[in-house]
T-cell receptor, first 113, second 111 residues
């Protein structure tokens, strides 16, 4: 069966420090991969969307970047964190040719101090 | 582009009350429609889905019917429980395109 791993679960980082969040999917091939951010008490903001290795669509210009070095690995990065980068980050995957729904990881709670 | 609009929250109900959370969408063609649920501190879980017009998705006592004529996918439950307290998201996807979410509705059920 398919599973998604997202880590770390929580992270406290100082302003100006770098960031790397990792997401991996097991048990499937060629998934679409997503990074979302959820600010406290708010909805989901799509940050990045990838349909294949090296193919990244950026939805919101900001302080973050994403990479997909392998088919089932999706990494969210920042060179210098801002206070406004705090939030709950969610990775998700889907394989639209098989079934239309997306499946989510457990999320990473990032607090920038 | 595609979009989803769901009712503003928060919604507060008493246990055993009837629940409706409205969701309408804008899309060309025939998207697949979903309801996701998010419990505190967790990721999103798929609650139910419908992939074509007039389909009814159901799970855990929740239901939603894909209404093409009104472009709606309202979530309903006949008798809510305290454990249903969560944030509910309506969403759609069309083929290989990106998943699109509504803004979420926070539901609180009081005993």
């Amino acid at each position: 069966s398919q599973t998604i791993h997202q880590w770390p679960a929580t992270l406290v980082q100082p302003v100006g420090s770098p960031l790397s969040l990792e997401c991996t999917v097991e048990g499937t091939s060629n998934p679409n991969l997503y990074w979302y951010r959820q600010a406290a008490g708010r909805g989901l903001q799509l940050l990045f969307y990838s349909v294949g290795i090296g193919q990244i669509s950026s939805e919101v210009p900001q302080n973050l970047s994403a990479s997909r070095p392998q088919d089932r690995q999706f990494i969210l990065s920042s060179k210098k964190l801002l206070l406004s980068d705090s939030g709950f980050y969610l990775c998700a995957w889907s394989v639209w040719r098989v079934q239309p729904e997306a499946f989510f990881g457990q999320g990473t709670r990032l607090t920038v101090v | 582009g595609n979009s989803v609009t769901q009712m503003e929250g928060p919604v507060t109900l008493s246990e055993e009350a009837f629940l409706t959370i409205n969701c309408t969408y804008t899309a060309t063609g025939y998207p697949s429609l979903f309801w996701y649920v998010q419990y505190p501190g967790e990721g999103l879980q798929l609650l139910l889905k419908a992939t074509k017009a007039d389909d009814k998705g159901s799970n855990k006592g929740f239901e939603a019917t894909y209404r093409k004529e009104t472009t709606s996918f309202h979530l309903e439950k006949g008798s809510v429980q305290v454990s249903d307290s969560a944030v509910y998201f309506c969403a759609l996807v069309q083929g290989a395109q990106k998943l699109v979410f509504g803004q979420g509705t926070r539901l609180t059920i009081n005993p």
